[in-house]
């Protein structure tokens, strides 16, 4: 057990991937000397040489298209997307090939690439910095998609993902990148398991990635008004432990979904449909979304209206309890 | 023939049999095809009278509703069969959907070639067996699967190199450019094997260069050549050079195998609307094929034993194409995920149950 931040967890997950197989190898674009501008991936080429990790030109579809090669020939990649708006260019790659290949060869050809994007905002930064781009690729066959809130699943999930023989996008928090955590190297899950981060009865708060701790804080913030919340963190987004998140609804009989990710179309539309669907006759009220809005990522003076917080996230937990709230008002 | 269509050519193409079938001698290549003695000659006819009817059967077959669509390679057979003979079994292919000529040549079985265009699978053979991975349709996106095949080859340390087969559409996608960048970088063991056939469907090849294609590459510190793409002896020649240096440590290479669509782009197109006939009756003086029945002077006891080959692996193509049968329903939850998604299995389920509510 050591204490560790997520960045630096993800970097020792990488470095026991690196040590455990020899196929593994890192592509990314200043992922070697600098180590990544998150520094995840720190001291890890002085350590394995450029040979494993791999400097990129700056072109993603180049990076995406050479780790499939890569993949014909046997290695295991793990590619390192600088910026979660930057991985646009490297879309037809990853939903044409990565994601296909597999299916298309009858299972010939597998794909086993790991494709780490730092995603989300909160972190004051400009255009294309602060985006959550998950649904796409949630949404695309082929794929599967995680993403870890805390320094051990960081360090658990990346080791997971090198091992899984799919292709899995590994979304990293990057506003909690310096968060602080126990990591013990030896724990594991299955990958795709749900996590229940905090037990409640009254009202099921559904989240992943960054909005983990932004909701286990409201769960706090309700227990004092005497509402008990259970956040479960998906940590899989393809496909979804439902039956963590069913047994959890069944039990409170409300759920908020909340992600930073706009709301049309995004997860929390899939999330509440299956719900519906699997829980309906548990439901008490129907499911409620905080979501990014339908809108480009704002600039960073308005991001914080943009960002789910805490109220928003109690606002609607409210709402399925049919409190007075935000909609209904005081008079209600 | 049109002259503002096709991009200028300031590169003599590399030729070492004329359209008339008159040997070119040429101080440079000449010693690359020296083992190439009549017979083996006769042997690379063989092959693209096959090639050759194999197309044109599959083109029947699509015309009769057997095929949903077919792309005919007709007038790129000496480029595919050139190149693709110049390869060791343990190189490693990556093509676009026109190539099956070179498929041909890495032994990939006839009914192989149908099954995708047939829809009785999304492709046709097992990559690993052939050395040859099955066709991209993104254009373009194979040259850096190629480029990356060839990264890791060197990892292995291995002296097998990979050949990325795209047209000349292709070069204007960002994914070719960038493979050339990056084999560049990486000195992979590479092949760029571009075949100009003038047409990226109705679109001229002048629209997507204005310089001949071969130009851009010595830009990314890639060494090129133009081929006459319908001389068979000159397209082994160079594709030999360029495999040679990939192996030897040298990096990528650039070939534009200059070469024309003589048919369509696929059997749902229609080249009568945008092909100048007057070019393409141009191009017909320059069949790959009669060339070479000029320079072999062949025995019509020759021809005919090639000819009965020919019709021969046709009707076997027939045969085994209209004989495949449809895949059972519920194959299309398989293979998605090499590992268990419990998304999709519930999903198989459900439709299984459904489907079985009509058995009963």
Known sequence: MSELTLSKALGSGLRRALADDDRVVLMGEDIGTLGGVFRVTDGLQAEFG??????????????????????????RPVVEIQFDGFIYPGFDQIVAQVAKLHARTGGKVRMPLTIRVPYGGGIGAVEHHSESPEAYFAHTAGLRVVTCATPQDAHTMIRQAIACDDPVLFFEPKRRYWTKGEVDEGYDFPLGKARVAREGTDVTLLTYGPLVPTALDAAVAASDEGISIEVVDLRSLSPVDYETVEASVRKTG??????????????????????????????????????????????????????????????????????????????? | ??????????????????????????????????????????????????????????????????????????????????????????????????????????????????????????????????????????????TLHATGYAVGCVKDGVDSVSVAYFGDGATSQGDVNEAMVFAASFHAPVVFFCQNNQWAISEPVGLQAVRPIADRAPGFGIPSVRVDGNDVLA????????????????????????????????????????????????????????????????????????????????????????????????????????????????????????????ES
């Open chain 1, 50 to 75: 450029t040979d494993r990790v791999m400097d990129m030109p700056l072109a993603e579809s180049g990076i995406i298209g050479m780790a499939v090669g890569l993949a014909f020939r046997g290695f």
């Open chain 2, 235 to 358: 397209v082994t020649a160079v594709t030999r050079e360029a495999v040679e240096r990939a192996r030897s440590g040298g990096g990528p290479s650039f070939i534009e195998a200059v070469t024309y669509r003589m048919g369509p782009h696929t059997t749902s197109d229609d080249p009568t609307r945008y092909v100048d006939p007057l070019q393409r009756e141009e191009w017909a003086g320059r069949d790959p094929l009669a060339r070479l029945e000029a320079y072999l002077g062949l025995s019509e006891s020759e021809q005919q034993r090639i000819a009965a080959r020919a019709d021969e692996a046709a009707h076997k193509f027939r045969t085994a194409c209209t004989s495949l049968v449809d895949p059972e329903p519920l194959s299309l939850f398989d293979h998605v995920y090499a590992t268990p998604h419990s998304g999709l299995a519930r999903q198989r389920s459900r439709y299984a149950a459904y489907l079985e509510g009509f």
């Open chain 2, 1 to 142: 023939m049109s002259t503002t269509l096709t991009a200028r050519t300031t590169l003599d193409p590399v030729q070492l049999i004329d359209p008339h079938g008159v040997r070119q001698g040429d101080e440079h290549y000449d010693p690359l095809v020296a083992d190439i003695t009549d017979a083996r000659l006769t042997a690379l006819y063989e092959d693209m009278v096959i090639v050759r009817r194999i197309d044109t059967e599959a083109t029947a077959l699509q015309r009769q509703g057997e095929l949903g669509l077919w792309p005919p390679l007709l007038g790129q057979e000496a480029a595919q069969v050139g190149s693709a003979r110049a390869l060791r079994a343990d190189d490693f292919v990556f093509s676009s959907y026109r190539e099956n000529g070179v498929a041909y040549c890495r032994v990939v079985e006839l009914v192989d070639l149908a099954r995708a265009w047939r829809g009785t699978a999304a492709s046709g053979w097992d990559p690993f067996s052939v050395n040859m991975a099955t066709p991209a349709v993104i254009i373009g996106a194979q």
């Open chain 1, 254 to 332: 409300r759920v908020v979904i909340t992600h930073e990710a706009a709301e049309f179309g995004g997860m929390g539309a899939e999330l509440a449909a299956a719900i519906t669907d699997r829980c309906f006759f548990h439901l008490e009220a129907a499911p409620e979304r905080v979501a990014g809005f339908d809108i480009p990522y704002p600039p960073a003076r308005l991001e914080e209206h943009f960002l789910p917080d805490l109220d928003r996230m109690l606002d609607a937990v409210d709402r399925v309890l049919g409190r007075t709230n935000s909609l209904t008002g005081w008079t209600a």
